[in-house]
């Protein structure tokens, strides 16, 4: 499986090329073709010469016989001044093999690198120069809408990076679940991997509640790895403080320390206050049980006291 900064945007092209289209609409505000039929197909233009042009990926909207629309997709870390040449050849390659307009869309790691991708090629003919579509994350709007997740789980993962630290970042991350669920096998595994590399430690944290809350399964090494960490945090300190105190009790208490922290950053997260008596009584729970039902409740709670109703 891919797992380079280069290859992970292409993969995401060839697994749902319909994200194509959706970037040109959300992101240029293009009048693209809204159809059905979104294909991807050969990414070899073969010339008259032995060499072989090679774009990443090319993606046909509507009847592939008779597409619409034609769009050249590749992905740049920075910019080279051979791609000057090789574009426009893609482009007038592509136009001529499938009879459509065509463009060209270029996904970059950071605005910087889209700034630089983006500068006019002049073809020389007057009036003929190519402006190439570059894209970034920070381009792309938040995904807060589950359902648009789901239609578009690649969408939801390339942006939630940007927006996991803004003013909706709970709903960005409960759509980053539903989209990482929608996908399943190694890919679901790949994109987790991609987007917590690029969350903050609070918002990978967070996003790490909100699919235990919503019961999905932890399918990425990385995430067990990490929340097997911090149970095994709680538990030592547990069997610590038991070794002070000559007792056996924090042995106990030190299964359900991971919990307690999972419930009370939930309710932080929220916004919800957590006083002095509900945090005793959280701290003071050894029933395990009952604690990963106060998760639950946690997580459509309106205050902390909601929990014990």
């Known amino acids: 499986m891919p797992t380079n900064k280069h290859e992970l945007p292409l993969e995401m092209v060839r697994n749902r090329p319909q994200l194509v289209p959706e970037l040109l609409r959300s992101v240029f505000g293009l009048d693209v073709p809204d159809l059905v039929s979104t294909t991807l197909t050969s990414e070899s233009y073969a010339d008259v010469n032995p060499a ?51 463009m060209l869309l270029v996904l970059c ?11 006019p090629i002049d073809m020389g003919h007057p009036g003929w120069v190519l402006n190439p579509l570059t894209v970034h994350p ?5 995904i807060v809408d589950p359902g648009q997740a789901r239609r578009l789980p690649e ?18 991350l409960d759509s980053l679940t539903d989209a990482l669920h929608s ?27 909100t699919m235990s809350v919503k019961g999905y399964e932890w399918e990425s090494d990385f995430a067990k790895s990490h929340r097997e960490e911090g149970r095994a945090e709680g538990r030592e ?62 997580s459509t709670a309106d205050t902390a006291d909601d929990l014990f109703d």
């Open 183 to 209: 996908v399943a096998g190694d890919t679901r595994k790949l994109y987790y991997d991609y987007v917590t590399s690029r969350l903050s430690d609070a918002a990978r944290k967070l996003l790490e509640e």
């Open 237 to 298: 300190e547990g069997r610590a403080e038991g070794r002070e105190e000559g007792h056996t009790e924090g042995r106990e208490e030190g299964h359900t320390e991971g919990e307690v922290r999972a419930l009370l950053l939930v309710l932080q997260s929220r916004g919800i206050a957590v006083t002095d008596d509900v945090r005793g009584r959280v701290e003071g729970c050894t029933d395990l049980d009952q604690i990963e039902r106060w998760v639950q409740r946690a």
């Open 155 to 172: 969408l939801a993962v390339l942006a939630a990076p940007v927006h996991a630290e803004g003013p909706e970042v709970r709903a960005v």
């Open 138 to 142: 920070g381009m792309l709007p938040p």
């Open 52 to 102: 072989e042009l090679r774009c990443d990926a090319t993606v046909l909207l509507g009847d592939p016989k008779r597409p619409k629309l034609g769009v050249v997709v590749e992905s740049q870390l920075r910019p080279r001044d051979q791609k000057s040449y090789s574009w426009p050849a893609y482009l007038a390659s592509l136009r001529q093999r499938r009879k459509c307009p065509v």
């Open 109 to 119: 790691p950071d605005k910087v690198t889209a700034r630089g991708c983006a500068a």
